[in-house]
């Protein structure tokens, strides 16, 4: 019998098969429990995965639309430099906005190091342009030749020194989500072989007597494979519920961009986590099967 | 159908069967005698294939043993109704499912078997028992029941551990002359017995071969049986 016969037949109640293993009370829960356990896991290690992935994309994004523009300049220069800039950018393909910051946003930005009460125009606070790029971007490296050459006092921060890390560290998230999910599958596959294992084992005499009266090994494991295929997918349906429930409910962080405001599914991202019950069904059926193989080849 | 030619056998270098030839062929009726330990179990075991020769070759249904495969095995012993000392059963089914396994296994429908399995165990005189379980039955009763296992599948060779071992003799007699029936239906049995009179009984009623294992080797039984 191979193993696509095998895997179809798993759907299909056999004449006789089913009844022929005794109930495994104790080793069937520990599947359906671990199951369920890691089903759960795997829906945590899903949404780490893809809010990761979400928050790459909108790291990204909202750093590649815009740069900064820093002109340090003696105050009495600092206004022609600036008007300086601002015309620059006028002329500059793919900047779509240019603004020089006032002293309140400028303030703004720096109340969270120095408090409210900073008086920003007693310091030699470097002037700040925000740029807001068009969709297809701008030369940065033909921009920054060029404002070195009319504005000496004028840096362009295009945040790529920003952008890189922030995104590599959102995508090694994302690699982490995956690595656990792949993580979770060995250890269902692990316990449920432990577990199929140990019930094949408290069954010795069964596969004797099976095998005595003219069973052949397929018949034998698809009895066993059957049973625990079914409760693991019990078991990770369960789980899978109950993660997609657990996420559902946590708390929303609304404001300020954190970590956590991103963790969870959305839209059709929800419908993610529903192969994990038959996936895990898969993992159950492979290892019991190579589990009830190896113990059938020990009896004559 | 089951040939042994030159059989040896052996437990951790003692040779407890030695030149070992036995042909089961249709309609042969044989008793395998002597003393425990003799090797009478050993012997049975080769025939069905649950254990391998160290030396020389089992023929089954025209077919070398060593060269079958796992599932060939399993379809010969279909061919081959098994009676065991120790009496094994699934212990969570009961008498009359523990009966009907052989065909559980062969893929066949116990409803269109239902009248042919239950009067299986009526013959062995367990119809009132059908629904208790194997732990529930007395040492007679699995006999009888291991029996009826062993036949449901209307075997070409009948293998028999000491089928009478737990049984009064009367019931000893009652399953000899099915034994018996059975055999001249041409079906070929062997019975590992130390039951003399039993012996003596078969010998009366079918042309039965008296075996005897002595030192690790079969002979023929004298005129002393």
């Not at chain 1, 703004?108 to 002037?127: C, K, M, N, R, S």
Request: neutral net charge; charged residues 20%; aromatic residues 6%.
């Amino acid at each position: 019998m191979t193993l696509i016969s095998d895997a179809m037949s798993i759907t299909r109640p056999e004449r006789g098969s089913d009844g022929v293993v005794p109930p495994t009370g104790f080793t069937a829960r520990l599947t359906q429990f671990t199951a369920a356990g890691m089903a759960f896991l795997a829906v945590f290690a899903l949404a780490l995965s893809m809010a990761t992935e979400r928050l790459a994309d909108r790291w990204g994004e909202a750093l590649a639309q815009s740069a900064t523009i820093r002109i340090s300049a003696p105050s009495e220069q600092r206004a022609a430099q600036t008007e300086a800039v601002l015309e620059i950018l006028g002329a500059t393909p793919g900047v779509a906005q240019a603004r020089a910051l006032d002293a309140t946003e400028q303030q703004a930005l720096l109340a969270p190091f120095f408090g409210p009460d900073l008086p920003v125009e007693t310091l030699p606070i470097p002037q700040l342009v925000e740029i807001v790029t068009a969709p297809a971007g701008f030369d940065a490296e033909g921009l920054r030749l060029r404002l070195r050459a009319e504005v000496p006092g004028a840096v362009l921060d295009d945040h790529t020194a920003w952008r890189r890390p922030l995104i590599a560290a959102a995508e090694r998230l994302s690699w982490l989500g995956i690595g656990a999910m792949a993580l979770i599958a060995l250890m269902t596959a692990a316990m449920t072989t432990l577990a199929a294992g140990s019930a094949l084992a408290a069954n010795r005499q069964v596969l004797q007597v099976l095998r005595l009266v003219g069973a052949q090994d397929g018949f034998i494991a698809r009895a066993f494979v059957r049973r625990f295929t079914f409760r693991a997918l019990t078991g990770a349906a369960l789980g899978t519920l109950a993660g997609m429930l657990a996420i559902w409910s946590l708390p929303e962080v609304a404001t300020g961009g954190g970590f956590l405001t991103g963790l969870g599914f959305s839209g059709a991202g929800w419908l993610a986590p529903l192969p994990v019950p038959f996936l895990t069904a898969v993992v159950a059926f492979l290892a019991t099967r190579m589990a009830a193989f190896r113990a059938l080849r020990a009896i004559p | 159908m089951i040939e042994l030619s030159d059989v040896r056998y052996g437990y951790d270098g003692t040779a407890l069967l030695t030149d070992i030839n036995l042909a089961l062929v249709p309609g042969s009726f044989h008793f395998l005698t002597g003393p425990s330990g003799a090797g009478k179990t050993t012997l049975i075991k080769l025939c069905y294939l649950e254990l391998t020769p160290s030396g020389g070759q089992v023929m089954a249904f025209g077919r070398p043993a060593s060269r079958m495969r796992r599932d060939e095995i399993a379809m010969l012993r279909r061919r081959v109704g098994v009676v065991h000392q120790d009496c094994r059963f699934l212990d969570h089914m009961n008498l009359r499912d523990n009966v009907a396994l052989p065909l559980s296994v062969a893929g066949e429908s116990l409803t269109a078997h239902r009248a042919e399995i239950d009067e299986l165990i009526a013959w062995v005189g367990l119809a009132d028992r059908a629904h208790a379980l194997p732990a529930e039955l007395s040492g007679g009763e699995r006999q009888r029941a291991a029996l009826a296992r062993a036949l449901i599948l209307s075997p070409d060779v009948i293998l028999a551990d000491e089928p009478t071992g737990n049984v009064d003799w009367e019931m000893s007699l009652k399953l000899l002359t099915l034994l018996i029936e059975l055999n001249r239906m041409g079906k070929s049995v062997l019975i590992a017995s130390h039951d003399l009179n039993l012996i003596r009984a078969a010998k009366g009623q079918a042309n039965a071969r008296v075996l005897r294992l002595r030192a690790g080797r079969l002979e023929m039984a004298g005129a002393d049986l």
